[in-house]
């Protein structure tokens, strides 16, 4: 079965990052790295919900604007997607910094 769009949804765990990169567009938002806003497990877990029951096949970009493993809610957030969408491709862009602790 062909896969309608969208063929991706970007999901923001994080806005903000521990980083201010130069060319990094997140410098229209912040002035300097410390202050973030995180999305709640009951958000993720709605937004989960709705791809499921909308029948969607997207995979499931967890980037934008701030970097997603400064949520103090990642490995449940993470975890709950995969239980409610088993096989749905998940992918998550990272400066990484904070897996090298």
């Not at 497990?41 to 970097?67: C, D, V």
């Given at each position: 079965?062909?896969?309608?769009?969208?063929?991706?949804?970007?999901?923001?765990?994080?806005?903000?990052?521990?980083?201010?990169?130069?060319?990094?567009?997140?410098?229209?938002?912040?002035?300097?790295?410390?202050y973030y806003n995180f999305m709640s497990y009951l958000t993720a877990t709605q937004i989960a919900?709705?791809?499921?029951?909308?029948?969607?096949?997207?995979?499931?970009?967890?980037?934008?604007?701030?970097?997603?493993?400064?949520?103090?809610?990642?490995?449940?957030?993470?975890?709950?997607?995969?239980?409610?969408?088993?096989?749905?491709?998940?992918?998550?862009?990272?400066?990484?910094?904070?897996?090298?602790?």
């Amino acid at each position: 079965m062909k896969q309608e769009p969208p063929f991706s949804i970007q999901i923001e765990l994080t806005e903000g990052c521990n980083l201010m990169c130069d060319f990094c567009g997140i410098h229209g938002i912040r002035k300097k790295a410390g202050y973030y806003n995180f999305m709640s497990y009951l958000t993720a877990t709605q937004i989960a919900m709705f791809i499921k029951l909308s029948g969607w096949n997207p995979r499931i970009e967890f980037a934008m604007h701030g970097e997603p493993t400064l949520n103090p809610m990642l490995f449940d957030i993470i975890l709950t997607f995969r239980k409610i969408l088993p096989t749905q491709q998940l992918m998550m862009t990272t400066n990484g910094i904070t897996l090298l602790k």
